[in-house]
């Protein structure tokens, strides 16, 4: 299966397997265990999307959101469960505004899950951590 090396970018080809002891990037060699949500732009956005053939669950966010500061340490604890099994990502619609646009994000914040690049859920407002992972779950 390929997947998205969250500290480098590339693509990565691994076996699929129920559990991974070690697996590490081909090309910078960090560990692809590293569950950190990756920063997504209009750059990357469609490349990270169509070369990860694991779900891609996204935070739309800003800075100044009060409920988006509420909800980041429960994405990352979230991240954390999902190893190899979800790559979790951030889009700053501040920063990325013709991004939020093309999502078409009225609200923040907003989960969308995204499954063989293609938008299979989506939800506004915080979620606690039980909430989120009981998503990404659901999906996985």
Not at 25 to 34: P, R, T
Not at 88 to 94: C, G, I, L, Q, S
Not at 120 to 133: F, I, K, M, P
Request: proline share 6%; aromatic share 6%.
């Amino acid at each position: 299966m390929r997947v998205i090396c969250p500290h480098c970018l590339s693509v990565n080809n691994i076996p699929q397997k129920e559990h991974y002891k070690k697996a590490n990037c081909g090309k910078c060699k960090k560990s692809l265990l590293e569950t950190s949500p990756i920063e997504l732009n209009t750059t990357n956005f469609d490349e990270v999307l169509v070369n990860s053939d694991i779900p891609v669950i996204v935070d739309c966010w800003a800075p100044w959101c009060g409920p988006c500061k509420m909800m980041a340490p429960n994405f990352e604890k979230a991240a954390s469960k999902f190893p190899l099994k979800t790559l979790f990502a951030k889009v700053n619609t501040e920063n990325e505004s013709s991004l939020g646009a093309r999502l078409n994000i009225r609200s923040i914040p907003t989960l969308i899950l995204f499954k063989e690049g293609k938008e299979v859920h989506r939800v506004s407002g915080a979620l606690d951590e039980t909430a989120l992972t009981n998503l990404v779950a659901q999906f996985s």
